[in-house]
């Protein structure tokens, strides 16, 4: 008699594969630890020019949106080029948008690559001046203090042998190293280079064709969800875009913001590179919170090489711009955009910053907003069917057990 397995041992046996394969998986995982990280290094640098189209894609996407928006209704209200107005329409924000990304590059460039070489052929002009007048204050004021004199002495023959024993014992033994990470440096600058010019071109193709992938991704998710559980997958996307959106657009624009103030009074004080210190500020003042302080820092030493009351001074502004931009300028830009507190803000900040770096950085608070959203939606939904408040102040006060009849908060709809 032929044996045919019922449903239920189909559906045991399955599982029970996967969790085999899944253990089999893990063990190898863990046992070949050093290889998948560098097997997945490899895929990140291969993916790594449409990570940069991608980025270069959302972040030109506004612009490209509002073209589309002003060009496509004229387009087909014109009879003799109804048919392809949707093309003429995609190629003209392709070119607009190009064009705003390629000044906006080409601007930065040629405004902070030269005054950062001035700079430092000023920085370097100093320094030959501070040795230069330390020299002239030894051969002359140092003979007035001859034990301080031989203080002197003895310390510029220590550091010349200390240096001697370093380039002997250290440098020279780490030629090869050293060479190697130059080497690597170099080549990591031409892969810089291309993954940039390639993510251009890879930035045209996404936003041309974003419609068309967010239908094949709907069709997926479709295809692998239930109807219910899709719905809740596209509603998150469109949640998380929206977060990212606000998010991102708001801190460019207050960074340019910042930016701007700090070229005006730097000007207007007369204190010296400020449009490679008002660049480094605003780029730096991206990442919240930390930003105009890691700005702050290299800042103040590149000033202090000319004249420390002018690092000084600036100190104190940047200190005062950064409570103007945290209490005025960034929440009037960003509003309530993360609904995060400030302690979650620092959190997300350090997390993202650990984990991630930079990107982690800037990325971590958008991120870790739509998880607190989600988290505090399912919160309170279960708080909600065990019949307790999902007022926040209720629990301050251990009111939490009674029906609450006051108004409920808006919750965020996702």
């Known amino acids: 008699m032929k044996y045919t397995p019922n449903e239920n041992q189909i559906k045991w046996g399955i599982t029970a594969f996967g969790v085999i394969a899944a253990a089999v998986i893990l063990y190898f995982?863990?046992?070949?630890?050093?290889?998948?990280?560098?097997?997945?290094?490899?895929?990140?640098?291969?993916?790594?020019?449409?990570?940069?189209?991608?980025?270069f894609?959302?972040?030109?996407?506004?612009?490209?949106?509002?073209?589309?928006?002003?060009?496509?209704?004229?387009f087909e209200a014109n009879e003799k080029i109804a048919k392809r107005a949707m093309s003429f329409s995609k190629a003209i924000a392709t070119i607009v948008s190009m064009v705003c990304f390629l000044v906006v590059v080409i601007g930065a460039?040629?405004?902070i690559v030269p005054d950062l070489i001035n700079s430092l052929i000023s920085v370097g002009e100093q320094l030959s001046k501070a040795v230069e007048d330390l020299q002239t204050w030894m051969t002359?004021?140092?003979?007035?203090?001859?034990?301080?004199?031989?203080?002197?002495?003895?310390?510029?023959?220590?550091a010349g042998s200390n240096l001697t024993d370093f380039i002997q014992k250290t440098l020279l033994p780490e030629y090869d190293n050293l060479a190697s990470g130059i080497q690597a440096g170099v080549m990591g600058m031409l892969a810089f280079f291309k993954n940039f010019f390639i993510g251009i071109v890879i930035c045209v193709y996404f936003l041309n064709s974003k419609e068309y992938f967010a239908a094949q991704s709907k069709k997926l998710i479709l295809v692998?969800?239930?109807?219910?559980?899709?719905?809740?997958?596209?509603?998150?996307a469109r949640f998380t875009n929206l977060q990212f959106g606000k998010f991102i657009n708001g801190k460019l624009i207050d960074?340019?913001?910042?930016?701007?103030?700090?070229?005006i009074f730097m000007t207007i004080f007369g204190w010296h590179y400020a449009l490679l210190i008002s660049c480094i500020i605003g780029l730096t003042n991206i990442i919240p919170f930390f930003g105009p302080f890691i700005g702050a820092i290299p800042s103040a030493l590149l000033l202090a090489v000319v004249d420390p009351k002018e690092a000084l001074y600036f100190v104190i502004f940047i200190i005062i711009l950064q409570q103007v931009d945290g209490n005025i300028i960034g929440p009037k830009i960003l509003g309530e955009t993360t609904g995060l507190s400030s302690f979650w803000v620092m959190f997300a900040i350090l997390v993202g910053g650990g984990l991630f770096g930079f990107p982690g950085m800037i990325l971590g608070i958008p991120i870790f907003a739509v998880i607190y959203a989600y988290l505090s939606k399912g919160v309170n939904k279960k708080l909600a069917e065990k019949g307790y408040s999902v007022d926040l102040n209720d629990y301050k006060v251990d009111q939490y057990r009674n029906p609450p009849d006051k108004k409920k908060k808006k919750e965020i709809k996702i």
Request: hydrophobic content about 50%; glycine content about 6%.
């Open 140 to 158: 002359t004021d140092a003979d007035k203090l001859p034990a301080f004199q031989k203080t002197i002495v003895t310390w510029i023959s220590d």
């Open 109 to 111: 460039v040629w405004l």
């Open 255 to 263: 960074s340019l913001i910042i930016g701007i103030i700090c070229f």
């Open 57 to 74: 894609a959302y972040l030109l996407c506004p612009i490209y949106n509002f073209m589309m928006r002003k060009c496509l209704p004229r």
């Open 29 to 55: 995982i863990i046992a070949r630890a050093d290889g998948l990280a560098e097997g997945l290094g490899k895929i990140a640098d291969i993916l790594m020019p449409f990570v940069y189209g991608l980025v």
């Open 224 to 236: 692998l969800f239930k109807e219910k559980r899709s719905e809740k997958l596209l509603n998150l």
